[in-house]
């Protein structure tokens, strides 16, 4: 897939995700075969008021690419000046622009999904930004912003229109958020009126469902979102399956427990490990899911303040409860 100028390899993406897609998940991300990462949405005006924290957020492993920086505004000039600053400062590959965060503090500021009910601020949006930038710039939206609002391929149309070289589409409108089923025909209705790639996002959860998704929409991608929590084995599964029809075998429980270590690890060496540690604790939960003794589990790994606890930890599941 090309995406401007932008080769990607294996046409299975990572969604973003705020406080899950940082530098530590994506490199386990990429080592499991994922094709093309995003970071977590960044802020384009903290971004100019020089925050460090959103700053921290755009850190990136040489490693990663190809991969993309997304960001998060409403006002066209300071998305323009901000893709051209973080083009230049930051050299991620592509600059991608969020129009599908559903949070109202989000919305409430004209920014995210609220972007969809304003097919004009989109136009302007996307023309300065795809004139200043050097690099290209893609776009992640909603089928719509409610039943009444179903107007992702009139969105997709000014995109490409206005100089966008690629659209990713969450099946939901933003008053669905996560809930129901995403409505795959909305995405092939993209992918029918528009020439740029086209990223088919919600309910791809295996090779299988991966399959479906290109054969009914026609898009030329997936991207995996909460299907990725706890499983970056996901991308390894939906390689394999589409090159070979190949389903292969889930992680064992050591794969499992191997896998929390190392996240764990890294992220103590990437954020230190007072944060380290407590951010770990949702990734634990999720890669334990539907593990024997669960919910005791999780009970156990809200407690831990240490790496060398959360190893014990591990390792005391490893040997004593699912053995």
């Not at 995405?187 to 054969?215: C, F, Q, T, Y």
Request: with cysteine; hydrophobic share 40%; net charge negative.
């Amino acid at each position: 897939m090309l995406i401007g100028n932008v080769k990607i390899d294996t046409n299975v993406a990572l969604a973003p995700m705020a406080g899950v897609t940082d530098l530590p998940y994506r490199l386990l991300s990429k080592e499991m075969g994922c094709g093309y990462l995003v970071t977590e949405m960044v802020s384009a005006k903290a971004i100019l008021y020089n925050n460090k924290n959103t700053d921290e957020l755009m850190v990136m492993d040489k490693s990663e690419h190809p991969i993309a920086i997304q960001l998060f505004g409403s006002d066209p000039d300071i998305m323009a000046e901000m893709s051209l600053k973080i083009a230049e400062e930051k050299k991620p590959d592509i600059i991608d622009v969020n129009m599908g965060c559903p949070v109202p503090k989000v919305v409430n500021n004209g920014e995210g999904s609220s972007l969809m009910k304003n097919p004009k601020l989109v136009e302007e949006i996307v023309t300065v930004m795809a004139k200043k930038c050097p690099i290209p710039v893609t776009f992640k939206i909603r089928t719509g912003f409610d039943d009444t609002c179903i107007n992702a391929p009139e969105i997709a149309h000014i995109i490409e229109e206005c100089g966008g070289a690629a659209v990713a589409v969450h099946g939901r409108t933003r008053a669905q958020y996560y809930s129901g089923k995403a409505d795959w025909s909305v995405i092939k209705a993209v992918k029918d009126r528009v020439s740029i790639p086209v990223w088919g996002n919600g309910d791809v959860v295996s090779g299988p469902s991966a399959k479906k998704m290109l054969e009914e929409t026609g898009c030329d991608g997936v991207m995996i979102g909460r299907a990725a929590r706890g499983n970056p084995w996901i991308f390894k599964e939906i390689k394999t399956y589409l090159e070979t029809g190949e389903i292969i075998p889930k992680p064992s429980y050591d794969e499992i427990c191997d896998m929390i270590i190392k996240h764990a690890t890294s992220l103590c060496e990437y954020k230190g490990e007072f944060t380290g540690i407590r951010e770990m604790r949702k990734h634990f939960a999720w890669y334990t899911a539907g593990i024997k003794h669960a919910a005791y589990l999780r009970n156990e790994a809200n407690h831990v303040t240490s790496l060398d606890a959360m190893v014990e930890l591990v390792e005391k599941m490893r040997k004593e409860i699912i053995a």
